[in-house]
């Protein structure tokens, strides 16, 4: 009998993204075969799977660029094979998915990773915010399934849509390698403060680079890229900290495990600009849970309530460098209080795990075929 297929549309890289590969999983799991389609950039590893069609566009970012991948993402869609389940990552491919499947026919799927026209970047850019919500408005009602990373964004799609968005939070696989050799930790390093993610605007990683001041015994590992790479290296060098803020770069996600080991403490911290970043509940949270890695979030809704609600960490008010500054020194001070976090820890991993999160989400997939 021929496998169902599946096609997951992204313009994330998909080398680093581990939450599109966890979808995939979920999918074959049900019995799809399960494709890639995303989009070339010069800052990208190469992808060597064979299930991937990567297309080389004409830009690389913008208004035309956004045009071209949906565009092309149709044309894929209406010129190859016929696709039983076609997965949306997000809103910048919806179009192109939407308009495949009037088509085509098949199924449409939309993983929406974070409230899009909500994005700190569209802060103070009111039309192209507006550009955003207008195809929002135009194409949700086109799937058949929805899903999303929080309560709080699900909620947002409910009231304004009065569609019914599944909740997935962004846990690991149950069985995902967390632990590495107690011989590649280095012997007395300074206590670690580690950021890993998109360098973006509104995450709290020039707030923290600014508080290495003040942390003359602390170093900081910043594992990822994003917009203002170039600005936070700058920053380093004018505060004379750059033999204890060390960019590693963008990583893929099998050797996050590596870097956690070296850490005593992940960063979950974020600007409260806007409703996107308001909800925010990024992947790291998780990952942290999972590699037994107190964490220092900020008290937003959704941070919150597994930081403080499960004790695993400290919440800020906000995002200063001096708040951060006392709250490093509190966590440093409390030995037996970061056991207390290791320990819920360790009982967690077993609760916040993709297979349970995913539950709900099988079951609506299943019901499509």
């Given at each position: ?12 890289d998909l080398t680093t993204d581990y939450r599109v590969h966890k979808m995939a999983q979920t999918l074959r799991s049900v ?252 992947n790291r949270i998780f990952d942290f849970v999972h590699a037994t890695l107190p964490i220092l979030a900020n008290r937003l ?69």
């Open positions: 009998m021929t496998k169902r297929q599946a096609l997951i549309c992204t313009q994330s019995g799809y075969e399960v494709s890639f389609l995303s989009r070339s950039h010069p800052d990208r590893a190469k992808n060597t799977c064979t299930d991937t069609h990567i297309m080389r566009l004409l830009t690389w970012r913008g208004p035309l660029f956004y045009a071209e991948f949906n565009i092309r993402i149709f044309l894929y869609l209406l010129f190859h094979r016929r696709y039983d389940l076609i997965v949306a990552i997000d809103l910048d491919t919806i179009a192109g998915c939407a308009m495949g499947k009037k088509l085509r026919g098949g199924k449409l799927f939309f993983d929406s990773h974070e409230y899009f026209p909500g994005l700190p970047e569209l802060v103070g850019r009111p039309l192209i915010s507006k550009v955003w919500t207008k195809i929002q408005d135009i194409f949700v009602h086109s799937a058949d399934v929805c899903a999303t990373v929080c309560q709080g964004i699900a909620d947002i799609f409910k009231q304004k849509y009065d569609v019914d968005f599944l909740v997935v939070r962004n846990a690991p696989l149950a069985d995902r390698e967390v632990d590495t050799p107690l011989a590649n930790v280095e012997a007395n390093r300074p206590f670690t403060l580690l950021y890993q993610g998109a360098v973006n605007i509104g995450r709290g990683v020039e707030e923290t680079i600014r508080a290495m001041k003040q942390l003359p015994d602390c170093r900081l590992l910043i594992v990822g890229s994003g917009d203002i790479v170039s600005q936070c290296k700058q920053l380093s060098e004018e505060l004379r900290v750059t033999d204890r803020v060390i960019f590693c770069g963008r990583r893929p996600f099998a050797e996050l495990a590596k870097y956690m080991s070296q850490a005593d403490l992940g960063l979950v911290l974020s600007a409260d600009t806007c409703i996107n970043q308001h909800f925010v509940l990024p809704p959704e941070m919150s309530r597994i930081v403080e609600g499960e004790n695993v960490g400290l919440c800020i008010d906000s995002i200063s460098p001096d708040e951060i500054v006392s709250a490093v020194g509190q966590i440093r001070s409390d030995i037996s209080r970061i056991g207390v976090w290791k320990q819920n820890m360790l009982r967690l991993r077993n609760v916040l795990t993709w297979e349970n999160e995913t539950a709900q989400l099988i079951e609506r997939i299943k019901a499509l075929q």
